[in-house]
Nanobody, 117 residues
Framework: QVHLVESGGGLVQPGGSLRLSCAAF????????MGWYRQAPGRQRDLVAA???????NYGGDVKGRFTISRDNAKNTIYLQMNSLKPEDTATYFC???????????WGQGTLVTVSS
């Protein structure tokens, strides 16, 4: 079992930056990827970024070049550095950890990011 704790959301002006953190508590050797999804009211939940156990990263189309996902294995924590934020980035951001042995991933509680002047 893995419990994910997110932090770092808040209100920021367009063009600003935020850094999200997701700390994983517990042990599950079947985890093969971690990352972030986001969901705005009335919209689908979309992939933002993912990082595999081998360090390979993937990004959703409209964040590529602005967001960077990273991992600190010693702290069991992943980070999402968000730069050049736009109003359309406004959403609740959910950390996830994907297990090859479970049909559904572990999910964090979500942290709200609001980009507005």
């Amino acid at each position: 079992q893995v419990h994910l704790v997110e932090s770092g959301g808040g209100l920021v002006q367009p063009g600003g930056s935020l850094r999200l953190s997701c700390a994983a508590f517990g042990t599950d050797d079947s985890i093969n990827a971690m990352g972030w999804y986001r969901q705005a009211p009335g919209r689908q939940r979309d992939l933002v970024a993912a990082i595999l156990n081998n360090g390979i990263t993937n990004y959703g189309g409209d964040v590529k070049g602005r967001f960077t996902i990273s991992r600190d294995n010693a702290k069991n924590t992943i980070y999402l550095q968000m730069n050049s934020l736009k109003p359309e980035d406004t959403a609740t951001y959910f950390c996830y950890a994907d297990s090859i042995l479970l049909p559904d991933p572990y999910w964090g509680q979500g942290t709200l990011v609001t980009v507005s002047s």
